[in-house]
């Protein structure tokens, strides 16, 4: 059975069972008329239960593929468990098949995206790589892909890593881990549990690269597998001549289109990937040169009326957004908000003297509001009213940056970035104009 069928991930284990002609079950919380669209395409469907998961919906069930976003602690799982039902994750059932010794992975609580696409970038530079994982590209959709490839970067949320199955990477890097999904992890130590368990069954012959820059992984040692320490500045970055070094070979961080020291951890972490496997230092450093930074995140889409305007959308944890303001050369009219959190602003204490206004929207946009009360700041209910009045406030030679720290009741970051820069973009060209 799949449980949480209508995602990505439902959909790719649908087809893929389908494929295997293998008989299965949905279930689903949606109403019968969302559920894989038409579910007749697919011959080998039994059953297709809506409108939530009851325990009855085990009887006759050997197997459960879990979709990331299906909590863990839900009734029909922990009766499964006790049933003996063998429960799965897409990962886990993907590692039955891959050779873990082509598998680069990625966590981490930010940049994970942006890092994997890059080490993607890099390597499919040299040979045949495919990424998949968390971005938005299920691993059973690209399974033969996978089978053929010479190397695989996977990108891994905590919600996949719940259950790992047999996943054995020969390299993995963790970005950072910060405070996120406080609503599915009791505490920050489970959290960090969980992301750790990318390495579960590592061995000495699989690589760890260790972000020493990070409180949370600086001081981990399992002690069962290689690793390899990155850091900024380090042996991959010269802060003092701002070079980053590969081999023989250099580039200034200038000629980077990655900005913010957690880009260049990043950067680091990647460079440290292409000296395992040995690739020329000169081309790696070209390639890095030719990445552009991935959409919605720290996204720089153009100077209007003076006004830098930053797409950082995709920042939904307040770690997020510390690196975004970190990486500001001016002050900022900042943006934030969104769904009821209860997060800690805390961390974001440090750049407060780069915020001009704060310009905060959404359930918890009185509660940021009311945490930086030395913050000139305006509450407005709704998103794209936030951005008028952000627009209002910023002046030439500033930057209007938006990095929520949340999700919001719009249906995807992508939408939420698209909303911000085509309202940014009107209402600066307007201001223009008069």
Known sequence: MILGSEGLTGLSAANFLEQMEVAFSVSDIKPENELLGKS???????????????????????DIIVSPGVPPRIDILQAAREQGISIWSDIALASEFIDGSKLVAVTGTDGKTTTSTLIHHILSGFMNCVLAGNMGIPILEVLEDILRADKVVLELSAFQLEIPGKLKPAISYITNIAQDHVERYENIEEYRETKFAIIKNCTWTDIFIRNTDDLFI????PGNLTIRDISAPGERFNSIANLFIC???????????????????????????????????????????????????FENVGVFDGVTVIDDSKATTVSAVAAALEALETSAVLIMGGMPSGRDYTPLNDYIHKIKWLITYGDEGQRILSYFKDVPGIYEKNFPDAVKQAVHKVRKGE????????????RTYVERGRIFVETAKDCLKLRLIK
């Open 40 to 62: 007749d395409r697919y011959k080998n469907i039994r059953n297709v239960y809506h409108s939530g998961h009851e325990l009855s919906q085990l009887e006759g069930i050997t």
């Open 218 to 221: 600086s001081d981990f040692d």
């Open 247 to 297: 081999g023989d070979f250099a580039l200034p961080l200038r000629n980077c289109k990655l900005r913010g020291m957690h880009n260049v951890r990043n950067i680091c972490a990647a460079l440290e990937i292409a000296c395992v496997f040995q690739l020329d230092g000169e081309k790696v450093l070209e390639l890095i040169s030719t990445f552009k930074n991935m959409p919605h995140r």
């Open 399 to 410: 930057t209007l940056l938006l990095s929520p720290a949340n999700w919001d009741k719009l």
